[in-house]
């Protein structure tokens, strides 16, 4: 049993282990660390970090569609004025105003 305990201390250990990010403070695992693993616990704990992350990722993804259909919200107001714009124009042109009347 101490073997196993002095196993897992040393594959922690390794440059290939889990390394702190100091902005997230959430633990990093590189692929040669993860196909190594053989203790339960450290899976597991493996598996809900990527459980959080994926809800993080999920989260920005809804973020970023949330503000693309803004933006296109937005595209489409600007479509409508530039075509009441035109409109404006070329009725004011054809009302006899010069043609160098800016809307």
Do not use: W
């Amino acid at each position: 049993m101490a073997s196993a305990a002095q196993d897992t201390s040393r594959i922690s250990t390794e440059s290939n282990g889990p390394s702190k990010d100091n902005t997230t403070k959430e633990v990093a695992y590189s692929l040669e660390y993860l196909k190594g693993l053989t203790n339960v616990a450290e899976i597991q704990e493996c598996l809900r970090q990527l459980e959080l992350e994926e809800t993080k990722v999920d989260a920005d993804l809804d973020d970023l569609l949330a503000e693309r259909e803004e933006l296109e919200a937005t595209l489409d107001k600007l479509e409508v004025l530039e075509y009441v714009k035109h409109s404006k124009k070329q009725r004011l042109l054809q009302e006899g105003y010069p043609c160098f009347v800016y809307l």
